[in-house]
């Protein structure tokens, strides 16, 4: 093959390794280019065996690609992004396809499909889990863009990703942003799974004394059963580490600030704006912001707080934290597949959820076990409203609440911050409850601003006249 069939634009990190993962497929040849020369020439220099063909202009690289052209953009998210798209649109023709693999903000992607099919050029926004190692080996991969586009791509994007369970980690999402909208609610998820296990190791150990390793071992044991994931087993090998320099556990010399690049508060914000609860995340999110301020913390440090925790039976303690964990978890699961239904009546967007979960069981960071029981779930109901009421999940959640409270109840005791184990339990009380006082919200909101409200016991919309003589209208009447 003379021509190249596929072409990666930005050769840091990502974009290397997903080249070489492309090359390594049979049937492709693959054609690189970035900005800079340099990272070109190491590439290609260290890795003779993919046979890349090499461009030094967006000229020879869109020379280099037969039609029609299709070319991978993995560069910074933003302007980088633009720029590449702009550099693209130049030298590609109506009918040729480009697709921006990194982490857009789906607003974004939907800009720049409409700006790019003006010209006739497929825009693909693509989002792309799994880090470098994934991109390398096999990532999860949430392609959106035309139906045409998947045409081309769907053959190319599915030799390179993830197989669970013999099948390709990918499928066409949907129209324009879809792709990307759901690489965000993704990595929300992943925020909160990850601020979930943070919390159970904080409890197990402040409460039972374990140590990080022999909490490790813990996390192994959890990874046999229905918590089996990545996460947890990451975990444990951050636990049993132990720091070269001064020989203790590494976590206890690791710093206690968490950071993030964005895409948590990106689903936060779109969630808010959609107005779908996603609690677990936006506390996962908050949590990362109180730990990085040392500042606040150093000032907090003399607040009053319990005396000395200590559990009377650790094993009966670590099997509730265990059962808490997985029931808080399925709320962060049921709280992002609810904001991804609600993004797809906003944007229009036809997403199959069961597909969703099915292409996140390898090559991402979230890859789970349990996301199996997402796909069913879906299978059996597509319209389902709420992942957590589905047999499956209703059963694990309603089993495990008893020991969840004990764990809330004891982590408030202790003086143990656990917003996301306390957050979760308070939406699982909230959407199993008979009467809410959002009642006395609307009746406040009614006095203080004329908002009216609506009665259980007759249809219309009604306003009492609290600074008259307190009698009830009807809500047209005030206008
Ligand atoms: P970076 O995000 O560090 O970006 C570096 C690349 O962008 C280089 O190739 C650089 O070219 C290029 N670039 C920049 Br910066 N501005 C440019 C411009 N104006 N025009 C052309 N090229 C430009 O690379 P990365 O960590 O490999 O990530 C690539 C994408 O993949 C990002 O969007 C990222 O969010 C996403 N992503 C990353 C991960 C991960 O684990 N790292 C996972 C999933 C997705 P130069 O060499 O000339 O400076």
């Known amino acids: 093959m003379s021509q190249a069939n596929i072409g990666v634009v930005g050769l ?9 993962n492309l090359a390594s497929r049979d049937g492709n040849r693959v054609a690189v280019y970035n900005r800079s020369w340099d990272k070109t020439e190491t590439l290609t220099a260290d890795h003779p065996e993919a046979n890349f063909i090499a461009a030094t202009t967006v000229q020879e690289f869109a020379a280099a690609l037969s039609k029609p052209r299709t070319a991978i953009i993995m560069v910074k998210a933003g302007a980088g992004t633009d720029a590449v798209i702009d550099q693209l649109c130049e030298v590609f023709e109506p009918g040729d396809i480009i697709v921006d693999g990194g982490n857009a903000l789906f607003t974004d992607t939907i800009r720049r499909e409409k700006a790019v099919r003006e010209t006739g050029i ?3 926004g693509a989002g792309i889990s799994g880090g470098e190692e994934g991109a390398l080996t096999g990532p999860s991969i949430m392609p959106g863009g035309s139906a045409e586009a998947w045409e081309t791509l769907g053959p190319i994007l599915t030799g390179i990703a993830a197989i669970a369970e013999g099948e390709a980690c990918v499928t066409h999402i949907g129209t324009d942003g879809a792709g990307h909208f759901v690489k965000m609610i993704h990595n929300g ?29 813990v996390f192994t044991e959890w990874n046999k059963g229905e918590l089996e994931s990545y996460l947890i087993e990451i975990t444990a090998e951050v636990l049993r580490q132990t720091d070269a320099a001064t020989g203790k556990p590494l976590v206890d010399v690791i710093v206690d600030q968490a950071g993030s690049k964005g895409t948590g508060v990106w689903t936060v914000q779109t969630a808010l704006s959609l107005g779908t609860p996603v609690s677990g995340i936006a506390e996962a999110v ?3 912001g ?27 303690f670590i099997e509730d934290v265990r059962q808490a964990l997985y029931a808080s978890k399925i ?40 996301l199996n029981r997402i796909t069913e779930a879906y299978r059996a109901d597509e319209t389902l409203a709420l992942l957590m009421a589905a047999p499956y999940f209703a059963k694990a959640v309603s089993g495990a609440q008893e020991a969840w409270r004990r764990v809330v109840i004891a982590a408030a005791q202790a003086g143990i911050p656990a917003p996301a184990f306390g957050s979760s339990l308070s939406y699982y009380d909230g959407l199993r409850a008979e009467r ?13 601003g004329a908002h009216t409200y609506k009665r259980i016991d007759k249809a219309g919309t009604f306003h009492t006249l609290w600074s008259g003589n307190r009698t009830e209208i009807a809500a047209e009447d005030t206008h």
């Open 436 to 448: 809410l006082p959002a009642a006395l919200v609307q009746g406040q909101r009614d006095f203080f």
């Open 122 to 124: 497929n825009f693909v």
């Open 290 to 316: 109180l730990s990085s301020h040392p500042e606040q913390r150093a000032l907090a440090g003399g607040l009053a707080g319990p005396s000395a925790f200590a559990v009377a039976d650790k094993d009966a």
């Open 331 to 370: 709320v962060a699961y049921s709280q992002g597949f609810d904001a991804i239904r609600a993004g797809a009546a906003e944007y229009n967007w036809h997403i199959n959820l069961g597909e969703v979960a099915r292409i996140w069981r390898g090559g991402c960071i979230i890859r789970a076990q349990f």
């Open 12 to 20: 840091a990190v990502m974009g290397s390794n997903l080249a070489r």
């Open 286 to 288: 908050f949590a990362r």
């Open 189 to 217: 998820i992943e925020y909160a799974d990850m601020q979930l296990i943070a919390e159970a190791y904080d409890l197990i150990r402040r409460g039972t004394g374990l140590s990080p390793a022999e909490i490790a071992d």
